[in-house]
């Protein structure tokens, strides 16, 4: 007999078993029924806390998108402010940024896929150019470099020749397209190289803030 919950923790635990069929097996296979297995419980408590399948992907990728959220705020704790002045200093300080980046992009490689599925699945259910949820999550991920971009750069007595939003852009098409040739190859080292050479041509786009 399934032990009854506050609905808040039923809906806690029916997400979490969804996200478990996501990341391993992609979100459509992410059905009532099997979360409903998943989570031990009957249908009906599924239907109970979810009007739909649709409610319930929708609720699994704002979750996801909310982790995107607590990444950024991360971000607001970095010391950035010692260190070298100039362009060597804004190199320095966005070798080591995006070295931290990635070591939270790769210690969760399923979790990472399933943002890639996430816009695909946004597209096709919403349209171009209502791309829904899609939209939060890329404008999360824009947070996070633009907190790091303006941080180091200001730091360094640095600026951006062509503008913070459109370097913002920038940086977001290099890490998202490396991102997405480690999940196809899985080579680490290779990984910290291009995004050093991606560092060093952003730290090209730079100068004196004065």
């Not at 506050?6 to 992609?26: C, F, K, N, S, V």
């Not at 990635?102 to 946004?122: F, G």
């Amino acid at each position: 007999m399934t032990r009854r919950l506050p609905a808040e923790q039923r809906r806690a635990q029916l997400l979490q078993a969804a996200l478990q069929i996501a990341e391993r097996d992609g979100l459509g296979a992410v059905t009532v029924r099997g979360v409903a297995e998943r989570a031990g419980v009957s249908l009906g408590v599924v239907h109970y806390c979810y009007t739909d399948k649709e409610e319930l992907l929708r609720e699994l990728i704002n979750a996801v998108n909310a982790e995107v959220h607590q990444a950024a705020k991360a971000f607001l704790s970095v010391d950035f402010g010692s260190g070298e002045q100039g362009a060597e200093g804004l190199r320095r300080r966005l070798y080591d940024a995006i070295d931290l980046i990635w070591a939270v992009i790769s210690a969760s490689p399923d979790r990472q896929l399933l943002t890639y599925e996430i816009i695909s699945y946004s597209l096709r259910t919403h349209g171009v150019p209502e791309v829904g949820l899609a939209r939060d999550q890329q404008d999360s991920n824009e947070d996070i470099v633009r907190i790091v971009l303006e941080r180091t750069a200001e730091s360094s007595g640095m600026r951006w020749e062509v503008g913070l939003e459109a370097m913002v852009k920038l940086v977001m098409c290099l890490v998202e397209g490396i991102g997405l040739r480690w999940q196809i190859y899985r080579d680490d080292d290779d990984v910290t190289r291009l995004l050093h050479h991606g560092v060093d041509l952003v730290v090209s786009g730079a100068v004196p803030a004065g």
